[in-house]
């Protein structure tokens, strides 16, 4: 699952919507207090309400506690009368997702229900506005719409009290809620065949107070027909009228009805009641939990039915963005080092990777493929050459540590040590072996030079800043790995090699970095060339413009804007780079 795209209104710097749009690789670039870092507190902001209902919060657990003031310091010019608004986009890729389709595989069939669950979604957008709440004094989500495939299905909102949250509007005609033998039975209910059209061509509806949308049509043509009594019955042939009749007792209504709630289909209006939810925080659903509502259907099976369809509509994208936001994390600008008396936590937080500690904790028990992937990183003259390495003492073969390109592991050996004798400068090092799973050992850093085992706080600072980087990026086999300048205390040749770790590993994992390298970028877009003319080096993958997203910031008077610069096949930019990078070094050389 990943997130392609974040869009931002009334929040903090952002005043106009600003979108920045997603990609394996995604590079935030810009002036100093521009806004990007906003973009990390955003998505830490979503994940507290998401996690713990906390609109109004003082500190971001996500960001290691970092202070925010509560909703009026993040609204944009600390005005209550505005409402923030947050919508992320998705797309589960190859993540099946959750449901709460249980009652409908069991009985879908003999109850006629022939349909897919809406939960079978691929791309979702999830918008949020959050608003400031005069009568209680606190902050809430008035509204949540739903977005699923492309098509608007569904629209929750809350009073300002609080009292009553309700769905507002469902798209009854939204293809993962029609059936799909639904083509072939409109055909046979009509006629005059050219009044029907097929349920996959698209025409613009007009949903009141929403933008136009593409959604399917049951007819078109202005001659549609206007009587509802000349309707076919829909009730034991589509689902999306069988479930209309269960919220609505199928009123099929006409042009003079109250216009409120009323979705306009050429000349053919239906009518939804609004439903109210047991949620919190105001229209937000309880995440992991089938849906609540006032609904209690004559029949138990159909009850449970409406529940886990309305469920899988509203709550299971919810979950989903939320248990990849929980599987993300942050490392901040300032990474703590371990001193002599650090004890490694062994249930690493999320919040502990924002000081970039966490790090560290994983490494203390890390598996030797872990370590080894470590130890090739920032050891090898191909990575990152940092002069450093990882070192393991095993226990019962060998009291010292010893550095772990000299040890093999494996799990079918009787004999535990065996030695080879090899020759280098310095020293003869001895290559062990040793069964992984049923021995135990502890990692240090290794000097490469002195070739001794060292602690991390007796590294250069670079080193130990650089770390929980690799770490964080060898170890997250998902979520997104969010990091704010990675090229803080790093020679420029390093800062290059970054550029190589965020494009050349096999992990799912997304990459958010807002950064000031030039350096960076420029080994990004080196590979992206070198793959095109089929001119890159041994051993490394390709690298196309689509796995990266170079967003630049820029301050105006109506807030923060973005433009994603877009990256042609031969690594460069088709548009010019703005102020403040590449110009000011040639004017310093030339």
Known sequence: MRITQLSL??????????????????????????????????????????????????????????????????????????????????????????????????????????????????????????????????????????????????????????????????????????????????????????????????????????????????????????????????????????????????????????????????NAKYWHVPIGFEGHSGALPNTGKVLKTPIDLDDDPYTAMVHEVLSDIVVSPLDDLLIFLEKSLSIGPLRNIPDATFQANPYPKQSDWHNGIAAWDVLAQADVELLRKVDSWISSQEHLNLGYGIALKVEKQFAEFKKISTIDGHDKVEKQLESMIFEDTFQKETKFRFDEKNTHYEYALWDADNHIDVRPSDVGVGVSQLMPLVVAALSRDSGLVAVEQPELHVHPRIQVAIGDLLTQLENPASFLIETHSEHLILRILKRIR???????????SNVSPGDISVVCFKSSEDGVRVNKLPVTEDGDFSERWPGGFFDERDEELF
């Not at 009568?135 to 809350?158: Q, R």
């Not at 309700?166 to 083509?183: A, C, G, K, T, V």
């Not at 070198?530 to 490394?540: D, F, I, N």
């Open 9 to 266: 209104t009334n929040f903090k710097s952002f005043k106009q919507t600003q979108t920045i749009k997603f990609a394996p690789v995604t590079l935030l670039f810009g002036p100093n207090s521009v806004g990007k870092s906003t973009v990390l507190m955003a998505l830490a902001y979503l994940q507290q309400i998401l996690q713990k209902g906390q609109c109004n919060p003082q500190r971001l657990d996500v960001l290691g506690g970092k202070f925010v003031g509560g909703f009026k310091n993040l609204v944009h010019g600390r005005d209550l009368n505005k409402s923030i608004k947050l919508a992320v986009e998705f797309d589960k890729q190859k993540y099946i997702g959750q449901t709460y389709n249980e009652v409908m595989d069991l009985l879908a069939y003999e109850l006629n229900f022939h349909h897919n669950s809406p939960s079978e979604f691929q791309t979702a957008k999830l918008e949020f506005e959050i608003s400031w709440s005069k009568p209680l004094n606190t902050a809430y989500v008035s509204a949540y719409k739903v977005w699923l495939d492309g098509l608007f299905i569904a629209a929750l909102n809350s009073d300002s009290g609080l009292k009553q949250p309700i769905i507002e509007n469902l798209n009854y005609l939204h293809p993962l809620l029609i059936p799909e033998n639904h083509d072939d039975w409109l055909e046979e209910q009509f006629d005059d065949g050219d009044k029907v059209h097929s349920a996959l061509e698209a025409k613009s509806l007009e949903l009141k107070g929403y933008e136009k949308q593409h959604w399917r049509e049951v007819a078109k043509g202005a001659d549609f027909i206007e009587d509802p009594e000349e309707w076919p019955d829909f009730t034991d042939y589509c689902f999306v009228s069988h479930l209309h009749k269960l919220l609505n007792d199928n009123r099929l209504i006409s042009k003079q009805m109250d216009d409120t709630f009323i979705v306009k289909s050429c």
């Open 530 to 540: 070198e793959s095109s003319a089929k001119t890159l080096p041994a051993g490394l």
